[in-house]
Nanobody, 123 residues
Framework: VQLQASGGGLVQAGGSLRLSCAASGRTFSWYVMGWFRQAPGKEREFVAAIRGGGSNDYADSVKGRFTISRDNAKNTVYLQMDSLNSEDTAVYYC??????????????????WGQGTQVTVSS
């Protein structure tokens, strides 16, 4: 199983970025796909996740600004990030939880991880 994340970069405060994460190695239609982030000196934290049927959840800090979606045919999950601010600066990781029964929020519940993509928001 491999996860390939892309779409990070440098953006000004108030701007937008769209992250993508393509999974390969098996079919992930019924798995939970999620995004986490880790800022320097901080623990990895939950950002958003989406179940195979489309139900999703977000961290309070990103609700109303970020949107998670997935294309099961492409085994790809997306994270549209709008109204970015400096506190969103972090390395963003995509991950898969094969249990899939509900969204879980701890990083240890996710078995597969992408390599991370840097998001830097300048103020």
């Amino acid at each position: 199983v491999q996860l390939q994340a892309s779409g990070g970069g440098l953006v000004q405060a108030g701007g937008s970025l769209r992250l993508s994460c393509a999974a390969s190695g098996r079919t992930f239609s019924w798995y939970v796909m999620g995004w986490f982030r880790q800022a320097p000196g901080k623990e990895r934290e939950f950002v958003a996740a989406i179940r195979g049927g489309g139900s999703n959840d977000y961290a309070d800090s990103v609700k109303g600004r970020f949107t998670i979606s997935r294309d099961n045919a492409k085994n790809t999950v997306y994270l549209q990030m709008d109204s970015l601010n400096s506190e969103d600066t972090a390395v963003y990781y995509c991950a898969i939880d094969s249990w899939g029964q509900r969204i879980r929020y701890g990083a240890r519940s996710y078995e597969y991880w992408g390599q991370g993509t840097q998001v830097t928001v300048s103020s």
